[in-house]
């Protein structure tokens, strides 16, 4: 097996605005507080586990108003240079894309943007494996975002319908592991969904609904390290028996807002076409 | 019904969306016709394909429409038809849209609406009550709205007939070399399915139907209530005429198959007589025409438009010397048939085909297999060719159909 040829290198926003400001997700409630101190820490958490691994991990201005802009997976899809932004349903966070798009133009990236009309979330809805990208639609993103997202990118996008309102990213119901196993929550998609998924990854670790709640596919793989918000037992000696380590990193203030560890990071080292 | 084109694109088929979007509209009880699918060579490419849904109702099309664009399958978006107002009588706009023959629709404020009378090389004419209707160049009047250019304009792709009629037993679209009789009891079989239906029979003949000595035999079917709706010319009347007053048709005696002496002016006396009279109506209540296909017109108040040509002796006084008016009786007289016999005639054939909805199914019945090819060439693609004596066809038919 070949470890992925991705996520060494993560674009992060610390969470100095972070918290339940609205409700656009199931996992929200506004009458649940953030603690901010928690926050910082959990987050400062993270990247350490993230750099202990070896990875880098670069940083995003926090913005006032913009509570989930911590949440850098869904800023847009890198594909080596080029950046596409996201076109986000909600217009809470419409307002993140400026600053996104202003990180990765200063940093010389070509941005090419989906039309005005279509919905995407980025990462959160967009994950490499093997020779295709994995992309969610529903609650998030749609169908047609997929055509124009092959079309500006050039990959092989591969469309899986997301049926669960508690699971509305794809990157809660789908971690890639390496280049045969990914992290897989079938409960989170419809029947051509787990089809699709079915035939794309030889050896998935399937989880059950509760394992799947409990946010472990929303997790980041660093070469051989799996940092992950929780780990039930199970899928922790599967990982392990695999020859993986695992990593849990407490992410708990965060998931008030629907959110992981997965969530909290944008891998940057992503090159299309040429994946695993 | 309703109706609407979808396009969905992408990797459509390895993520399985395009089987996904085919389930959700038979689920729905809808139905769809796959247009035009473009499928991706390799993994990386992307496909698309082009389908046209069609529910029962506008609401029911409404709801599909909504759930196939959650899964990328959206309308293909269309612009309504353009028109142009027509500045002078009888002429069009420049780019004026050129019908078919084929059921079509208008885009207008966005809704589908049918054109009336489907009629090939005319123009489309919008009414100001809404109406769609197709009109020849000469009938346009000025103001008269006129689609223009091929947006929001489209055409019903003929299908292929599916169940038991003529037009499945035949694997081409001429047939010279098929069992005649049964050829014979299917037309005739259309023919009693088309009177089930109230749709009506049109008969369109040219002279050699007389000249075969298929007269009687078509005399019959139209007094048997078999023809509804005869459209023919000058010679096809006037040798019907002449041989039940003179027992020739174009002199020759029917009955011996000699020529008569004297008998090539015999068609022209049965015209000046018919003159005489002032109509080949006023010529049977006289008596002076006592039997025949015209006769039995007459007397069974079955219509008849005669066109003239150039070439016509006389002509009888029925007979439209115009041509153009010759066309539009015969247009006005069109509604309502779901059958068109052609037999033996060429030139009336054709100007028949012309103004005849694809709907229509038609059996042209020639001894000359390139009538029959000239007809389809045409356009009438709908025409089924029975390459045979018309004279034999029409009495097997009689046959078939009057006890």
């Not at chain 2, 081409?172 to 009506?200: F, H, I, N, Y």
């Not at chain 2, 007094?223 to 010679?235: E, P, R, S, V």
């Not at chain 2, 000239?374 to 009057?402: M, N, P, W, Y």
Request: negative net charge.
């Amino acid at each position: 097996m070949t470890t992925l040829p991705w996520g060494r290198r993560y674009l992060m926003c610390p969470p100095v605005h972070f918290g339940v400001l609205y409700e656009i997700n199931p996992w929200m409630h506004r009458e649940v507080r953030v603690d901010p101190t928690k926050a910082r820490a959990e987050w400062d958490g993270l990247v350490r586990t993230l750099r202990d691994a070896g990875a880098e991990v670069e940083l995003l201005d926090p913005v006032e108003g913009l509570p989930d802009l911590v949440f850098t997976a869904n800023a847009g899809v890198v594909n080596g240079r080029q950046f596409v932004p996201a076109r986000f349903r909600h217009p809470e966070r419409a307002g993140e894309v400026p600053h996104d798009v202003d990180w990765f133009t200063s940093r010389g990236f070509t941005v090419d943007e989906l039309p005005d009309d279509v919905h995407h979330e980025g990462a959160g809805d967009a994950l490499p494996f093997r020779d295709v990208l994995l992309s969610g639609y529903r609650f998030r993103s749609d169908a047609s975002s997929h055509a124009y997202l092959s079309r500006l990118t050039g990959a092989a996008v591969r469309s899986v319908e997301l049926v669960d309102a508690r699971m509305y990213h794809l990157d809660l119901t789908f971690c890639p592991l390496d280049d045969r196993r990914a992290i897989v929550a079938p409960d989170g998609w419809d029947s051509y969904g787990r089809r699709v998924v079915e035939a794309l990854v030889p050896e998935p670790l399937v989880l059950d609904v509760d394992e799947a709640l409990s946010f472990c596919a929303n997790s980041v793989v660093v070469d051989r390290t799996i940092v992950m918000p929780m780990c039930p037992p199970r899928v922790g000696r599967q990982l392990e028996a695999w020859g993986f380590e695992v990593a849990v990193a407490p992410v708990g203030e965060f998931l008030k807002a629907g959110g992981g560890c997965r969530c909290l990071t944008l891998a940057l080292d992503v090159h299309l076409g040429v994946l695993a | 019904m309703a109706s609407e084109l979808v396009e969905v694109e992408g990797h459509i088929i390895d993520s399985l969306i395009l089987a996904k979007v085919l389930d959700v509209i038979l689920d729905a009880g809808a139905d769809y016709r796959m247009v035009d699918v473009d499928i991706g060579k390799t993994n990386v490419d992307a496909s698309r394909a082009r389908l046209e849904v069609t529910c029962d109702d506008d609401e029911a099309l409404a709801n599909l429409l909504e759930q196939l664009s959650i899964h990328g399958a959206n309308r293909v978006t269309t612009a309504d038809a353009r028109l142009e107002s027509c500045t002078i009588d009888g002429v069009l706009p420049a780019g004026f849209y050129s019908t078919t023959n084929l059921p079509t629709q208008v885009r207008l404020d966005g809704r589908w609406v049918d054109i009336e009378n489907p009629e090939m090389d005319c123009a489309i004419v919008v009414r100001s009550d809404g109406r769609v209707r197709t009109e020849p160049m000469h009938r346009v009047h000025l103001g008269d709205q006129i689609v223009v250019g091929l947006d929001g304009v489209r055409v019903a792709t003929p299908q292929r007939p599916r169940g038991a009629n003529p037009f499945e037993f035949m694997s081409s679209e001429v047939s010279s070399e098929k069992p005649k009789e049964l050829v014979v009891a299917q037309v005739a079989d259309r023919m009693r399915a088309t009177r089930a239906d109230g749709r009506k029979i049109l008969a369109v003949c040219g002279p050699a139907v007389i000249h075969t000595g298929a007269g009687p035999a078509i005399a019959a079917m139209v007094a048997g209530g078999w023809i509804d709706l005869l459209f023919a010319g000058n010679g096809f009347a006037t040798h019907d005429i002449e041989s039940n007053v003179l027992g020739t048709s174009l002199g020759v005696l029917l009955r011996e198959g000699r020529p008569t002496e004297h008998g090539h002016a015999n068609h022209l006396r049965v015209i000046n007589e018919v003159r005489r009279h002032g109509s080949i109506a006023r010529a049977v209540e006289a008596g002076f025409v006592t039997g025949g296909v015209m006769y039995e017109c007459v007397t069974h108040g079955v219509p008849f438009v005669l066109g003239g040509s150039v070439r016509d002796d006389g002509p009888l006084p029925d007979v439209h010397a115009n041509v153009i008016d010759a066309a539009d009786a015969m247009r006005a007289a069109l509604p309502g048939v779901g059958v068109a016999l052609m037999l033996a005639s060429t030139l009336h054939a054709i100007a028949t085909g012309n103004l005849l909805p694809a709907g229509v199914e038609t059996f042209c019945v020639d001894i000359n297999q390139a009538v029959v090819t000239k007809l389809a060439d045409r356009g009438s693609h709908q025409a089924l060719g029975i390459v045979t004596d018309v004279g034999l066809f029409a009495r097997e038919l009689c046959d078939h159909l009057v006890s």
